[in-house]
């Protein structure tokens, strides 16, 4: 099987553009994942996930995030960017805005949120849940492509499908969340209990309910096509960054973790 040892996961709207790709299908014990394109990205070798299936028929709620994950996983990737299409909460955010996220909120409730359902019982640290090397690298290609970049985001997660009423949308931000997506979590933390770096590239593609008039599917991903040049060109600058040593504390993770 095609090994590569960094993913990108795609979200809304969101496919890459690969050299050299197979397609190949992974079973994972929690099922299978979406069928993962396995290329070269910036110079590197790339698996390539699209986070709602092929065909984009999984719904946020329902995605199979420890299948994609340990699908990842399984093909030896050790460094995972992630795209999230999101709205903006924090009024000073605009459509296009490129945000990568600091720490998170996890307002989801009905997703499994870990591997480690059985003995021993395993509590991971997510001071950092955003791999820091790869967000130093990530914000760097950002801001080389001239977007408007946000750093210091709070990532808020919701289950959805629905989007988020204005009274709901009120109470994020005063909870201190700058943006809102439904496919963050847990994706972020089960890549960290497998040790692995993430990173989470999210692009707004909206402003939140009661920050614009009404929310439109269609319209969201009308502007995550058009947004697609600009993630592409700022994904293979970073991937081209990446060096394969990792100076961050992912991949110690689980020392230290188990009860
Ligand atoms: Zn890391």
């Not at 990108?8 to 050299?20: A, H, K, Q, Y």
């Not at 950092?128 to 760097?140: A, D, F, G, K, T």
């Not at 707004?204 to 040049?229: C, F, Y």
Request: charged residues 20%.
């Amino acid at each position: 099987m095609k090994k590569a040892r960094i993913g990108i996961i795609g979200g809304t709207g969101f496919s890459v553009l690969m050299e050299n790709g197979t397609t190949i299908r992974v079973g994972t014990p929690y099922g299978p994942a979406p069928a993962i394109t396995v290329g070269v990205v910036g110079g590197k070798g790339v698996a390539f996930l699209p986070r709602h299936g092929e065909k984009h028929t999984q719904p946020p709620h329902k995605i199979n995030y420890r299948a994609n994950i340990w699908a990842l996983h399984a093909l030896g990737v050790e460094r995972v960017f992630a795209t999230n299409a999101v709205g903006a909460i924090n009024i000073k955010y605009r459509r296009g805005d490129l945000v990568v996220p600091v720490d998170f909120i996890d307002f989801t409730r009905n997703r499994v949120q870990t591997f480690y359902d059985e003995a021993p019982v395993t509590h991971i640290d997510v001071s950092e849940p955003y791999c820091p090397e790869l967000r130093n690298i990530l914000l760097q290609a950002a801001e080389d492509s001239g977007g408007r970049v946000w750093g210091d985001a709070v990532y808020l997660c919701t289950d959805g499908p629905r989007y988020e009423t204005p009274a709901e949308i009120r109470m994020f931000r005063g909870l201190g969340c700058d943006v809102v997506g439904m496919t963050g979590l847990p994706e972020v933390v089960l890549a960290r209990e497998l040790e692995m770096c993430y990173v989470s590239f999210c692009f707004v593609t909206n402003m939140a309910a009661g920050l614009q008039e009404r929310l439109s599917a269609e319209l969201i991903i009308e502007d995550s096509r058009k947004l697609k040049n600009t993630l592409q060109t700022v994904l293979d600058a970073a991937i081209k960054d990446v060096s394969w040593k990792r100076s961050c504390y992912c991949s110690r993770t689980l020392e230290g973790t188990r009860v």
